[in-house]
């Protein structure tokens, strides 16, 4: 007995001497051990309608997408994997969707009744929380509003399927799959179809689009709302600017689809006005992260890829299930600029002002995003062949976990399956996190330079 517990204090030892030296390697770790775990899941016989065994490499992409939320798959989700693998990969989902740092903070509350201050500190950084006392309450809200949004989409979803004889047990699963599949912006399919065929059957788009737009405000959104849902005055700063710039790149991305597909045959051309503006809402709420399409992007225009790349590099709320550099982020810098514009010493927005921190730490994941996007897409690019439109589309969907498709990523070969799958892991883990867990050294310099101004543009 006295030997296990003291194995149980050296494991919780080593445990919190790494979260507080290195918090992001931790994370780093944590997620990879979950994608190996549910790859080795995948390989199961048990796993496939064929009941084979699946190649590490396929296996592998599809655990990487479904903790990362992503949506990109090697292999077609709705004839490869059996019932059981499709459970596998909804539940790898739900993991990815919480984030494995508060997933394991539910953990210890469930089994500690306690919550150490440097698991605190971990869920924070995950979740996106204010402060250290709204932790218990922000994790309450997480599996409460998660679930509850994944069940009411299933609940409306299931007697659709039932009138299209799918069978009792069918339906109720591909319900459930799907809404969990659309809060957590997997963009994961279990339907052979897809969406197609639904495309303008609004009992199927209307839930699962706001599923994904629920999931894409961010945990933050929800905490702060349901406080203080009738008093707009309590909203934050990040609420406000969330929710404004969610409708605002909503309206800009419908009108940019209306502008370039409207007269394609080959998406939206030959659909009646309805079904094309039905459409045109649904894929804007997942143009940014949902990852689902009701018609196909192959088909699509350049323009459209191109106004694509730049929405799923956006994402969407900070602390939620979207992925890309956050809205936020976007807010900020476009703040920024309107501020030396106007020749104004503060950034400031709806009566608050905002600190030069939040500027540097919105320009620093922009440009490391940018360089990473770069990078991935050069590497794509030399090892499959593929030309630099189709392949700048497939890299910022699997940095931004979207998910959406041009339609190559089931001819890939080896190594363009492994580049994407290095984007996916590192576009969920967030790139800041990869490059503080590569830092050997974090310096507090006490003395300062003198500044001088250079000259800049």
Same mark, same amino acid.
């Given at each position: 007995?006295?030997?296990k517990?003291?194995?149980?204090?050296?494991?919780?030892?080593?445990?919190?001497?790494?979260?507080?030296?290195?918090?992001?390697?931790l994370?780093?770790?944590?997620?990879?051990?979950?994608?190996?775990?549910?790859?080795?899941?995948?390989?199961?016989?048990?796993?496939?309608?064929?009941?084979?065994?699946?190649?590490?490499?396929?296996?592998?992409?599809?655990? $990487?997408?479904?903790?990362?939320?992503? !949506?990109?798959?090697?292999?077609?989700?709705?004839?490869?994997?059996?019932?059981?693998?499709?459970?596998?990969?909804?539940?790898?989902?739900?993991?990815?969707?919480?984030?494995?740092?508060? %997933?394991?903070?539910?953990?210890?509350?469930?089994?500690?009744?306690?919550?150490?201050?440097?698991?605190?500190?971990?869920?924070?950084?995950?979740?996106?929380a204010?402060?250290?006392?709204?932790?218990?309450?922000?994790?309450?809200?997480i599996?409460?509003?998660?679930?509850? $949004?994944?069940?009411?989409?299933?609940?409306?979803?299931?007697?659709?399927?039932?009138?299209?004889?799918?069978?009792?047990?069918?339906?109720?699963?591909?319900?459930?799959?799907?809404?969990?599949?659309?809060?957590?912006?997997?963009?994961?399919?279990?339907?052979?179809?897809?969406?197609?065929?639904?495309?303008?059957?609004?009992?199927?788009?209307?839930?699962?689009?706001?599923?994904?737009?629920?999931?894409?405000?961010?945990?933050?959104?929800?905490?702060?709302? %349901?406080?203080?849902?009738?008093?707009?005055?309590?909203?934050?700063?990040? $609420?406000?600017?969330?929710?404004y710039?969610?409708?605002?790149?909503?309206?800009?991305?419908?009108?940019?689809l209306?502008?370039?597909?409207?007269?394609?045959?080959?998406?939206?051309?030959?659909?009646?006005?309805?079904?094309?503006?039905?459409?045109?809402?649904?894929?804007?709420i997942?143009?940014?992260?949902?990852?689902?399409?009701?018609?196909?992007?192959?088909?699509?225009?350049?323009?459209?890829?191109?106004?694509?790349?730049?929405?799923?590099?956006?994402?969407g709320?900070?602390?939620?299930?979207?992925?890309?550099?956050?809205?936020? /982020?976007?807010?900020?810098?476009? %703040?920024?600029?309107?501020?030396?514009?106007?020749?104004?010493?503060?950034?400031?927005?709806?009566?608050?002002r905002?600190? /030069?921190?939040?500027?540097?730490l919105?320009?620093?994941?922009?440009?490391?995003?940018?360089?990473?996007?770069?990078?991935?897409?050069?590497?794509?690019?030399?090892?499959?062949?593929?030309?630099?439109?189709?392949?700048?589309?497939?890299?910022?969907?699997?940095?931004? /976990?979207?998910?959406?498709? /041009? !339609?190559?990523?089931?001819?890939?070969?080896?190594?363009?399956e492994?580049?994407?799958?290095?984007?996916?892991?590192?576009?969920?883990?967030?790139?800041?996190?990869?490059?503080?867990?590569?830092?050997?050294?974090?310096?507090?310099?006490?003395?300062?330079?003198?500044?001088?101004?250079?000259?800049?543009?």
């Open positions: 007995m006295a030997t517990r003291s194995a149980r204090g050296a494991v919780g030892e080593w445990f919190d001497r790494t979260a507080i030296q290195y918090p992001a390697r994370a780093l770790l944590a997620f990879a051990a979950v994608i190996f775990i549910f790859t080795t899941l995948l390989q199961l016989p048990a796993a496939t309608r064929e009941g084979v065994r699946t190649p590490f490499i396929d296996a592998l992409f599809t655990a $990487t997408s479904a903790v990362c939320v992503t !949506g990109l798959t090697t292999v077609d989700t709705g004839t490869y994997w059996s019932a059981w693998g499709l459970a596998i990969i909804g539940f790898a989902i739900k993991v990815g969707g919480l984030g494995i740092m508060t %997933l394991a903070t539910l953990v210890g509350l469930a089994v500690a009744r306690r919550i150490g201050l440097t698991q605190r500190l971990l869920a924070v950084r995950e979740a996106r204010s402060g250290l006392g709204d932790l218990r309450s922000l994790l309450g809200i599996i409460v509003v998660s679930t509850i $949004t994944e069940l009411a989409i299933a609940a409306v979803l299931f007697p659709r399927f039932l009138t299209l004889d799918y069978g009792l047990g069918r339906s109720a699963g591909f319900a459930l799959f799907y809404g969990v599949s659309s809060f957590n912006n997997a963009g994961f399919s279990p339907d052979p179809v897809g969406l197609y065929p639904y495309s303008s059957d609004l009992w199927m788009l209307v839930p699962i689009g706001l599923g994904v737009l629920i999931g894409a405000l961010g945990f933050p959104v929800y905490f702060n709302l %349901l406080r203080a849902w009738n008093s707009p005055r309590r909203w934050t700063l990040h $609420t406000k600017m969330t929710l710039m969610m409708v605002v790149l909503l309206i800009v991305s419908a009108g940019l209306l502008w370039f597909e409207w007269d394609n045959p080959a998406t939206l051309g030959n659909d009646t006005t309805a079904a094309t503006i039905g459409n045109v809402f649904f894929q804007s997942n143009q940014r992260s949902g990852g689902f399409t009701s018609f196909d992007l192959a088909g699509a225009t350049q323009q459209t890829w191109l106004a694509e790349d730049v929405l799923m590099f956006i994402g709320g900070s602390g939620g299930t979207a992925g890309g550099i956050r809205v936020t /982020t976007l807010a900020v810098l476009v %703040l920024a600029i309107w501020a030396e514009a106007r020749g104004r010493r503060d950034i400031e927005a709806f009566g608050r905002i600190g /030069t921190e939040a500027l540097r919105a320009v620093s994941v922009t440009l490391v995003s940018l360089f990473i996007v770069l990078v991935g897409t050069l590497v794509f690019m030399g090892v499959t062949g593929i030309p630099l439109d189709k392949s700048l589309y497939e890299v910022v969907s699997a940095f931004a /976990t979207c998910g959406l498709t /041009t !339609g190559i990523t089931d001819d890939l070969n080896t190594a363009g492994v580049t994407l799958i290095v984007l996916m892991y590192v576009g969920r883990v967030g790139s800041l996190t990869v490059v503080a867990a590569l830092a050997l050294n974090r310096q507090r310099r006490v003395i300062r330079y003198p500044a001088e101004r250079p000259l800049i543009g």
